[in-house]
């Protein structure tokens, strides 16, 4: 699975766990997000002891992940919000 392309670098080299910051290098609003999430999550696994981080690991074992793939950045953005507007309702 890749991200889209302008991503796939920065992605990439998260998966593998090699993310260092450079301040030097802009990142697109997407790219922070992913380098913000995977900050998060590692703060929050490295506090998990080891109960914890076997049942989340269960968990992910056990998940079941969609693929769809998409021609463009329009169809993905579409498909984004299609699912996003899904759920539990917020009184709107």
Not at 26 to 44: P, R
Not at 65 to 76: D, F, K, T
Request: aromatic share 8%; no cysteine.
């Amino acid at each position: 699975m890749h991200a889209i392309d302008d991503d796939d670098e920065v992605f990439t080299t998260i998966k593998k766990g090699n993310y260092i910051a450079d301040s030097n290098k802009h990142l697109t609003h997407s790219q922070e997000q992913m380098v913000n999430a995977f900050d998060f999550f590692e703060t929050i696994l490295k506090k998990s002891d080891a109960a914890k981080l076997k049942t989340i690991q269960d968990i992910l074992e056990n998940a079941v992940v969609g693929v769809i793939p998409i021609a463009n950045r329009v169809e993905a953005a579409q498909i984004f919000e299609y699912q996003n507007s899904r759920g539990i309702s917020h009184g709107v």
